[in-house]
């Protein structure tokens, strides 16, 4: 018997194998890392990219989501239903519903869509203030009809007032709260476009928008069941016609559908791929939309084939899917020792792996407490993390994410001259090393479970809130799409550029 977290666990050999998904993941991010080219592009922050990646998935096997890292399944299946559902551009029903992943690209009330400069950090990589006050001319997109070869679909124009000045903008309120609450900072912001009041609150005509005007999941649905040998079944959010009033044209475009037998198969298109941040989301969500088709349909689950013409990793966000990638090296190690050795040796080897941790640790601590008591300066510098608590205990500290520990360790070095760890390396290695062997031993197979429905329509928009304890038996947190056996490893924050 191995005790983790003061649970007796049994070893499970038939559970330990590493999923597809994350084999196929970790493969395109490694290739990425190695062959990516360094490109430029509109948000300001260099991309390493690959042009043209596919992979078929039989989801009728296991369900497409992976464990090297936590993936929020919560946000992807109200995503899903918000575009394809309820077909709604309106973000406030996301954020109803603690979905947040689209305040970036919210045009504020005002009608005006800010932009803001990538989050700068400091040597210790805590982020930085940006400028508030500095204004960008207000600009508003239009079609392009007669010359798109040379500058696109869409030109920008100066917004001017009535007396022809052209007009200049800052952060407003609104958008500035919302910056602060998630990044802790001040913005700067980068650009900003006019798009009227009556898209306020929304993403422009895009996505949902397309959908309601189109009906194209309702064609889809219908066809399932009235005509499934159709070779015509798409939904296609890439409309020409509304570009100027999109504040961010579809990437995930193109969704086929075909019923060979009795099973529903289906391919995406993905014209641009955010890898570490948007990829593992998108293909769980369109996992879990095929399903529901299928369901409705009276059909059986078969392949998502998933295709995309450019598959980047923005520079930011090298260091965290390099993390990733090393997670999932240390577990490929334990799988190959767990299913090649007997109950006695790995449990050996897991104390190993626990107990150096565990003295690293207590290392770390007993420092960073001992600094924390002695230095007002020290105590006054990471406050932020330990929310001002007059002493650092262990309590607190076991609290504080690896992420921020690690932080806390460089400022200790670098600007206090305490020195635990060199460059963190030995007390992250510690760290991924048993979490890594800790899901080896206790991972199960993620399968989702849907209600009888005869529409896709019909499933519920309902989710339990933050912190609610059916969160933990259902990730999704919505009683009609259940999600089950997901143990995935600790949640890997990446930047996203907006």
Known sequence: MIVIDGKEIRINRANVAISEIDEVYISLCQNILDNGVETENRTGVNTKAIAGWSHTFDISKFFPIPETKLVVASNFSKEIQWIHQEQLNDVSWLRERDNNIWDEWCIDSDGIWREYMPVQKDEYGKPLNGNPEIEVPLMRQVLNHKDVAKKGDIKRQFVHDGFGKKINVRPDKESLERYIKKHGVMPTIKRATYFGEKYANTIGEQYGFINALYQQPQIVEYMLKNNPTDRRMMINLWQRAHFAKAVLPSCVFNILFTVIGDTLHASVIQRSADVPAGLPFNIAQYALLVHQFAKAAGLKVGTLTWEIMNAHIYVDQEEPIRQQVRRYKYMKEYEKLILTSTDETVERRYNSVKKKFELLNTKVFAGLAYLYSSSEQFKNRISEYTKGADILTEEI???????????????????????????????????????????????????????????????????????DSYLKENPIGNKELVLKDYHPTPFIAVPVAQ
């Open 397 to 467: 500290f076991n609290k504080i994410p690896m992420s921020k520990r690690y932080i806390i360790l460089n400022i200790a070095s670098k600007e206090f001259n305490l020195r635990l760890m060199e460059n963190n390396s030995e007390y992250e290695e510690a760290f991924e090393r048993k979490i890594s062997f800790e899901h080896m031993l206790t991972r199960g197979n993620p399968k989702l479970e849907l209600e009888d429905h005869d529409s896709i329509f019909d499933y519920s928009t309902e989710y339990v809130k933050k912190g």
